[in-house]
Antibody, heavy 118, light 108 residues
């Protein structure tokens, strides 16, 4: 069965950096776009970024542009999100999901919590 | 950016009743790219409906989606105890992907 397991979250100071990872299994990872979607505490869902199956295409929400970088390693079945210049408003649970662009995000991981606070 | 507005914000109903949730878009959305999710506390969202009206794998047939253009609806024909949750609509046909703010379905 499809499994997506995020890791790398934690507490970081404003201006700091964090790298999230998502380990995928149960499907042919290299066939699918992958995405990051976040949810601030008690709030709704916000798309962050997605990446094409071959890494040739990426897209970002305005809130992430210039600060976050999405990448993947198809040999390791892994998705990443490098987050720099973190702000308090980046505090959220970050989910990785299978899908992107015109592919519905069908499967989601359980999420990893990122807290940005001094 | 396509803004999705869900209504009502909260729906208070009893088990066995019918739930009708609305999702209105600020501009036309291809029905091919409209999805509905269910989220329970502490859990990731679960895909219910994609392409406006297609049920995802394993989703009971009491869940149905309809609509086109700017108006979409999720209907739960008879609420079961496990259906009380928050529901989100999403469009994935244009960048940026956007989600509605959610409708909470609570037990009356």
């Amino acid at each position: 069965q499809v499994q997506l397991v995020e890791s790398g979250g934690g507490l970081v100071k404003p201006g700091g950096s964090l790298r999230l990872s998502c380990a995928a299994s149960g499907f042919t990872f290299s066939d699918y776009y992958m995405s990051w979607i976040r949810q601030a505490p008690g709030k709704g869902l916000e798309w962050v970024s997605y990446i094409s199956s071959s890494s040739s295409y990426t897209d970002y929400a305005d809130s992430a542009k210039g600060r976050f970088t999405i990448s993947r390693d198809n040999a390791k079945n892994s998705l990443y999100l490098q987050m720099n210049s973190l702000r308090a408003e980046d505090t959220a649970v970050y989910y990785c999901a299978r899908g992107g662009l015109l592919q519905v995000p069908w499967y989601w991981g359980q999420g990893t919590l990122v807290a940005v606070s001094s | 950016e396509i803004v999705l507005t869900q209504s009502p914000g909260t729906l208070s109903l009893s088990p066995g009743e019918r739930a009708t949730l609305s999702c209105r878009a600020s501009q036309s959305v291809s029905s091919t790219y409209l999805a509905w999710y269910q989220q329970k506390p502490g859990q990731a969202p679960r895909l219910l409906i994609y392409g406006a009206s297609s049920r995802a794998t394993g989703i009971p047939d009491r869940f149905s989606g309809s609509g086109s253009g700017t108006d979409f609806t999720l209907t739960i024909s008879r609420l079961e105890p496990e259906d009380f949750a928050v529901y989100y609509c999403q469009q994935y046909g244009s960048s940026p992907w956007t989600f509605g703010q959610g409708t909470r379905v609570e037990i009356k």
